[in-house]
């Protein structure tokens, strides 16, 4: 079956660092996203990696090892406006996207 | 600006009583989504439309329909809402083309069923 992982809480102080992580098991691979959430409101996209490396964009960047099936996103700042979701998807061989649960990310001052 | 608009942002219905739920988009793309999300829970896809070709998920209940009548309209019917149909529903669009397909979404619509 198909699979994504990623971590159900975490908690991070304002101003500090904090990786979450996700891995996965799909039939094939067509790219790996990163959405945040906030608690009522929509998924918003915030990165798409489809090669390995690390994809960095201001405060958040997101790395990719298809060979590990493992992808991190990590969020630099903390800010308490970043307390939400995160949400890891994966395309996978017939880009259907394949949603894990979300970590829920609470920052505290 | 382009975007995926959702009516109402709230909706109530009674128990057994047909109810539908609007999306339109201004970013052109071809392909819509409905996906349905319980809270702390992934979302989970209903259905998709790649262009006017519908897509059911096999596990999504007879009770939930959708039509598109063009490009920028989709709508979410649900025929018989039960007390377990109670959830945000989001409507998201991407673009054939876009390597990775990147889908982006509307605000959801929140569902109650009494």
């Known amino acids: 079956g198909q699979n994504i992982d990623q971590p159900t809480e975490m908690t991070a102080t304002e101003g500090a660092i904090v990786q979450i992580n996700c891995t996965y098991q799909?039939?094939?691979?067509?790219?790996l996203f990163w959405y945040q959430q906030h608690a009522g409101e929509a998924p918003t996209f915030l990165s798409y990696n489809v090669l390995d490396g690390l994809e960095e964009k201001g405060r958040f960047s997101s790395f990719l090892s298809r060979s590990k099936g493992y992808s991190y996103l990590l969020l630099k700042e903390l800010q308490m406006k970043d307390s939400a979701s995160y949400l890891c998807?994966?395309?996978?061989?017939?880009?259907?996207?394949?949603w894990g649960a979300g970590t829920k990310l609470i920052i505290k001052p | 600006d382009a975007m995926v608009i959702q009516n109402p942002r709230y909706q109530v219905t009674q128990f057994g009583k047909p109810v539908t739920l609007s999306c339109s988009q201004t970013l052109n793309h071809n392909v819509m989504y409905w996906y349905q999300q319980k809270s702390s829970q992934a979302p989970k896809l209903l259905f998709h439309y790649y262009d006017k070709d519908f897509n059911n998920e096999a596990d999504t209940p007879d009770n939930f329909q959708s039509r598109r009548p063009n490009t920028s309209f989709c709508f979410l019917d649900i025929r018989s809402p039960g007390l377990g149909d109670a959830a945000m529903y989001l409507c998201a669009t991407s673009r054939e083309g876009d390597g990775g397909k990147t889908q982006y979404f509307g605000p959801g619509t929140r569902l109650l069923v009494l």
């Open positions: 998807a994966v395309t996978d061989s017939n880009y259907q996207l394949i």
């Open positions: 799909t039939s094939g691979f067509n790219g």
